[in-house]
Nanobody
């Protein structure tokens, strides 16, 4: 069955960086829009970044100019580079794959914890 697996989270100091990875298996990766969401304690899940099938990227205002989303279709992988991290970036980060064509298909990973603290 389809698997979406995130990795790369951890504990980092304010101002630091992390690189999250998400591998989506058993899907035609190239036809999926890939999204990163996050959910902080006591808050709703929010969309952080999106990359379309042709590589177009969009970001939430809160992370624009600090986070960078990219994809490698040959590896079925999407990345999220997190720079200049702040305590308010602390959250569980989730990867989402949503089919851009054909029948609706939507897959989620289990999430990876990012904690920004001194």
């Amino acid at each position: 069955q389809v698997q979406v697996v995130e990795s790369g989270g951890g504990l980092v100091l304010p101002g630091g960086s992390l690189r999250l990875s998400c591998v989506a298996s058993r899907i035609s990766f190239g036809i999926y829009t890939m999204n990163w969401y996050r959910q902080a304690p006591g808050k709703q899940r929010e969309l952080v970044a999106t990359i379309t099938t042709d590589g177009g990227a969009t970001y939430a205002n809160s992370v624009k100019d600090r986070f960078t989303i990219s994809r490698d279709n040959a590896k079925n992988t999407v990345y999220l580079q997190l720079d200049t991290l702040q305590p308010e970036d602390t959250a569980i980060y989730y990867c989402n794959a949503r089919a851009a064509v054909g029948p609706p298909r939507n897959y989620w990973g289990q999430g990876t914890q990012v904690t920004v603290a001194s």
